[in-house]
């Protein structure tokens, strides 16, 4: 089975701009989570998308959001990009279970 | 607000030796528990896990125990090995909840 798969997986992007990432989950999952991963602030919640509904979201401002499609795939996207921006992003996908799995990461540089 | 917390941003240990990774939680709803290891350039990777009601789950090497009253739990790698090198990221979230909370995440360094 084919793992979760996030585009692109490098990014660099100026202050002001927007920015749009994609995450295909594993075949069969329909919940997906994003994850901002910055040095020394461990792994912080997005949002996670259940059947092309939002179900949770974590502390972030409205510049981040994100959708998921009937076919599980999902996107982020972050309007007005700050240089505190600049991260990790990581998406996952889980069953039923509360298991989730990984992408590589999209690494987002904001000059 | 920080409601995992991982205290030690790194620890070394001998190759052999036992690895002892501490978590703390201040959410006594979370009802679920999780480790995660990470190398470079790579997203977490499931370990193992722990459910509320237990408070020792073991897999192979790796052994997850959970102290509910101590809102603590800990992961033991025994014995450790040079390849358990990585970033080791504790996760707890709450029943039927994908709001998984993490932790900053241990660097793990085992010397040959």
């Known amino acids: 089975k084919a793992g979760v798969t996030q585009t692109p997986r490098y990014l660099i992007k100026t202050r002001g701009q927007q920015v749009t990432l994609s995450c295909s989950p594993i075949?069969?999952?329909?919940?997906v989570s994003w994850y901002q991963q910055t040095p020394g602030q461990g792994l912080q919640f997005l949002f996670e998308?259940?059947?092309?509904?939002?179900?949770n979201k974590g502390n972030f401002p409205g510049r981040f959001s994100g959708r998921q499609f009937s076919n599980s795939r999902s996107e982020m996207n972050v309007s007005t990009l700050e240089l505190g921006d600049s991260a990790l992003y990581l998406c996952?996908?889980?069953?039923?279970?509360?298991?989730?799995?990984f992408g590589p990461g999209t690494r987002l540089l904001v000059l | 607000d920080q409601q995992v917390k991982q205290n030690s941003p790194s620890l070394s240990v001998q190759e052999g030796r036992i690895s002892i990774l501490n978590c703390d939680y201040t959410?006594?709803?979370?009802?679920?528990f999780l480790w995660y290891k990470k190398y470079p350039a790579e997203g977490p990777t499931f370990l193992i896990s722990?459910?509320?009601?237990?408070d020792k789950n073991e897999d192979g090497r790796f052994t997850v125990f959970l102290n509910k009253s101590a809102k603590h739990l800990s992961l033991h790698i025994v014995p450790s090995q040079p390849g358990d090198s990585a970033v080791y990221f504790c996760?707890?979230?709450?029943?039927?909840?994908?709001?998984?909370?993490f932790g900053a995440g241990t660097r793990l360094t085992v010397k040959p």
């Open positions: 996952a996908s889980s069953p039923p279970s509360q298991t989730q799995y």
């Open positions: 075949s069969g999952h329909r919940s």
């Open positions: 998308y259940f059947s092309e509904t939002q179900r």
């Open positions: 959410n006594s709803m979370f009802d679920y």
């Open positions: 722990i459910s509320s009601i237990k």
């Open positions: 996760a707890a979230s709450g029943r039927n909840n994908n709001d998984m909370r």
